[in-house]
């Protein structure tokens, strides 16, 4: 399965048409380098939460929007081989040189980390409304986290799905300032789960949650806090992938 590059930012409302153009030229260079697809998605249904929420997730203050976004690769090693050369990329690719694409966002605040694709059914698509997760999942109930997200595809496919991701805490830094892990408030024996649901629009996902309220009854032991669990509705405004590209 393909491998995710996750990550939550926090962009001043403002500069919206600066961030689209930094991240249309800094992302080409990792579908240079061998990236399937990458996705930025903009805040527009992002509930703030009593424990967590993405604003808190990035520190988020006033004026500013949550950017949900990702970068899918073939496999762990082909992101491997990339990163390992990252800093010499960025030495010598002028679309890293903040001077000349300055980021229009406070990158201390970015959070990023790599996961394992452990579910990924139905198809991308192209202008996707993303809905997007970080759930803290219970280390070792792996299996039952991708069977019941296996499960819960037949439901939201009738729902009107276009895709549903699931991926696995694999190569997660701790920040100084913040990370996946307090993003969620993880606890000793948990792990990250970076997941995303694409629908083909914000009509068919909102209709799809009522639904979803009035028919479904939660199990009860699902493998993992769902208090925590930071989630919200994003629409994508930057998609570079293999087809739009000829490839």
Same mark, same amino acid.
């Given at each position: 399965? !393909?491998?995710?590059?996750?990550?939550?930012?926090?962009?001043?409302?403002?500069?919206?048409?600066?961030?689209v153009? %930094?991240?249309?030229?800094?992302? @080409?260079v990792?579908?240079?380098?061998?990236?399937?697809?990458?996705?930025?998605?903009?805040? &527009?249904?992002?509930?703030r939460?009593t424990? *967590?929420?993405?604003?808190g997730?990035?520190d988020a203050?006033? /004026?500013?929007? $949550?950017?949900? !976004?990702?970068?899918?690769w =073939?496999?762990?090693? &082909?992101?491997? +081989?990339?990163?390992?050369?990252?800093?010499?990329?960025?030495?010598e690719d002028?679309r890293?040189?903040?001077?000349?694409?300055?980021? =229009?966002?406070?990158?201390?605040?970015?959070?990023?980390?790599?996961?394992? !694709?452990?579910?990924?059914?139905?198809?991308? *698509? =192209?202008?996707?409304?993303?809905?997007?997760?970080?759930?803290? @999942?219970y280390? #070792?109930?792996?299996e039952?986290?991708?069977?019941?997200?296996?499960?819960a595809? +037949?439901?939201?496919? #009738?729902? /009107? @799905?276009?895709?549903?991701? &699931?991926?696995?805490?694999?190569?997660?830094?701790?920040?100084?300032?913040?990370?996946?892990?307090?993003? $969620?408030?993880?606890?000793? /024996?948990?792990?990250?789960?970076? !997941?995303?649901?694409?629908?083909?629009?914000r009509?068919?996902?909102? +209709?799809?949650?009522?639904?979803? %309220?009035?028919?479904?009854? =939660?199990?009860?032991?699902?493998?993992?806090? @769902?208090?925590?669990?930071i989630? /919200?509705?994003?629409?994508?405004?930057?998609?570079?992938?293999?087809?739009?590209?000829?490839?």
């Open positions: 399965m !393909s491998y995710i590059d996750g990550f939550v930012i926090a962009v001043p409302t403002a500069n919206k048409d600066e961030f153009a %930094h991240a249309e030229r800094t992302d @080409a990792f579908m240079e380098y061998g990236a399937t697809r990458i996705l930025e998605c903009w805040q &527009e249904d992002v509930p939460g424990t *967590t929420d993405f604003f997730a990035v203050g006033e /004026g500013e929007s $949550v950017v949900f !976004s990702w970068i899918e =073939p496999g762990k090693a &082909e992101r491997q +081989a990339v990163m390992g050369r990252m800093d010499e990329i960025a030495r002028e890293f040189d903040p001077e000349k694409n300055p980021p =229009p966002f406070d990158g201390k605040r970015m959070i990023f980390g790599g996961f394992e !694709s452990i579910v990924d059914l139905g198809t991308p *698509t =192209p202008g996707a409304y993303v809905q997007g997760f970080v759930v803290p @999942a280390g #070792d109930k792996m039952a986290y991708r069977k019941m997200s296996e499960d595809w +037949a439901m939201f496919r #009738d729902y /009107g @799905a276009l895709r549903q991701v &699931e991926a696995w805490q694999d190569d997660v830094p701790e920040g100084k300032q913040t990370d996946f892990f307090r993003t $969620v408030k993880i606890e000793p /024996g948990e792990k990250v789960a970076f !997941s995303f649901i694409e629908w083909p629009s009509a068919v996902c909102d +209709a799809a949650m009522e639904r979803m %309220h009035a028919e479904m009854t =939660p199990p009860d032991d699902i493998p993992f806090d @769902a208090k925590r669990m989630y /919200g509705g994003f629409q994508s405004i930057v998609e570079l992938n293999r087809q739009n590209r000829g490839e």
